[in-house]
């Protein structure tokens, strides 16, 4: 079994940040990529940013630049520093982490949660 736990989420105005956290737990052999998707009401689930087990990170195009994302290896946990917020990234915002539990990767999801920009 295995779990992702997000945190940090709430309500920031406009301008403002938010550090979001992931942290993986159960049975866990190693984890690969990790990453942020979010959810807009009414629109399809996006990638914002995958960073992989070595630290290489990549962004979606609409975060470049105010996203940071990271990761503690030592404690299985991915991080998704968040400045310069803008209404429009108002989402449930999602981890993913492809998960080595003894043999092939899998791909398992946190529960979400969710960050509200006000304007």
């Known amino acids: 079994q295995v779990q992702l736990v997000e945190s940090g989420g709430g309500l920031v105005q406009a301008g403002g940040s938010l550090r979001l956290s992931c942290a993986a737990s159960?049975?866990?052999?190693?984890?690969?990529?990790m990453g942020w998707y979010r959810q807009a009401p009414g629109k399809p689930r996006e990638f914002v940013a995958i960073?992989?087990?070595?630290?290489?990170?990549n962004y979606a195009n609409s975060v470049m630049g105010r996203f940071t994302i990271s990761r503690d290896n030592s404690k299985n946990t991915a991080y998704l520093q968040m400045n310069s917020l803008k209404p429009a990234d108002t989402a449930v915002y999602y981890c993913?982490?492809?998960?080595?539990?003894?043999?092939?990767?899998?791909?398992?999801w946190g529960q979400g949660t969710q960050v509200t920009v006000s304007s």
């Open positions: 960073i992989t087990s070595g630290g290489t990170a």
């Open positions: 993913a982490a492809d998960v080595q539990k003894g043999g092939a990767f899998e791909t398992h």
């Open positions: 159960g049975t866990i052999f190693s984890i690969g990529n």
